[in-house]
């Protein structure tokens, strides 16, 4: 696993599309429309089930079309888009002033479509009890001053805490490190894998884990993997950060 040791950047929850006028070269035809032709993409990794479903219905229904998806961290693919190695990008995070003043000077005009919204989950192992969290605590964890599960629950058998994201790169970081106003490292006991399933995977080994990782590689419990990962893990609820220390939890 990798120490997180720097917060190098990731984006806002809601998943949008990035795109810049796309040239494609289709396979059997002279001209290209929106339903015809080929294109290479990048998609932010935490979005890869959304991206699958869409890309199977889209090309179930248009024969001709042909969509190859990079599936990376979200900063290394921002990193193609404004290097102009791809054209369209799928991503949480919007361009900031300095990114689109520079695509603008190359003559690019970037475009963004929101597609849909997505949050964070935090997941624990099988055994773990603890799977109601207070907003609080949880701000606690990520500001290092809960490093030992008795410090969450003076019940708890477990010893140290260890939080693992899906990747150093993810949006998941970002979302937590701006969330809780997170200017430095890390605690020590955050580490970073290299994507979600290896979260779930760390977590159902590991009783001592939390992992992050994104809401959507969950929420649809008939999809196989949303399955297969359910199986795996416990999903904590959290109460509302405006009732930390009230009754409900979600």
């Known amino acids: ?3 997180l040791k720097s917060l190098s950047g990731i984006l806002l929850m809601g998943a949008v599309v990035l795109y810049t006028s796309c040239h494609m070269t289709p396979k059997k035809f002279t001209d290209e429309t929106p339903t015809r ?3 290479k ?5 935490s979005y890869q089930l959304l991206t699958d479903a869409e890309l199977y219905t889209f090309e179930s229904t248009y024969k001709d079309a042909k969509v190859t998806p990079l599936y990376l961290p979200s900063d290394s693919i921002m990193k193609l888009f404004l290097a102009d190695s791809v054209k369209v990008i799928i991503t949480s995070r919007k361009l900031n002033d300095n990114q689109e003043a520079y695509l603008r000077g190359k003559s690019f005009i970037p475009r963004t479509t929101k597609i849909a919204w997505d949050a964070v989950a935090f997941i624990v192992n099988k ?6 969290i207070r907003y609080n605590t949880i701000r606690d964890i990520f500001m290092g001053n809960k490093p ?6 003076t019940q708890s058998k477990l010893g140290d805490v260890k939080v693992v994201f899906d990747n150093i790169g993810s949006n998941n970081v970002y979302t937590i490190t701006e969330k809780f106003g997170i200017t430095g490292s890390l605690p020590k006991y955050c580490y970073s894998l290299k994507k979600n399933s ?13 992992g992050i990782i994104s809401v959507n590689w969950i929420s649809d419990p008939r999809d196989s993997i949303s399955h297969s990962f359910l199986s795996k893990i416990k999903v904590v609820s959290v109460t509302s950060e405006y009732d930390s220390d009230g009754p409900d939890f979600y």
């Not at 993409?41 to 990794?45: K, M, Q, R, T």
């Not at 055994?127 to 109601?132: F, H, Q, Y």
């Not at 290896?198 to 939390?210: D, L, Q, S, T, Y």
Request: hydrophobic share 40%.
């Open 148 to 153: 030992e599960w008795k410090q969450i629950n």
């Open 1 to 3: 696993m990798n120490h």
């Open 127 to 132: 055994s773990n009890p603890d799977t109601l």
């Open 37 to 39: 032709g080929k294109i």
């Open 198 to 210: 290896e979260v779930v995977n760390f977590v159902e080994n590991h009783p001592e884990a939390i």
């Open 41 to 45: 993409i990048a998609v932010d990794e």
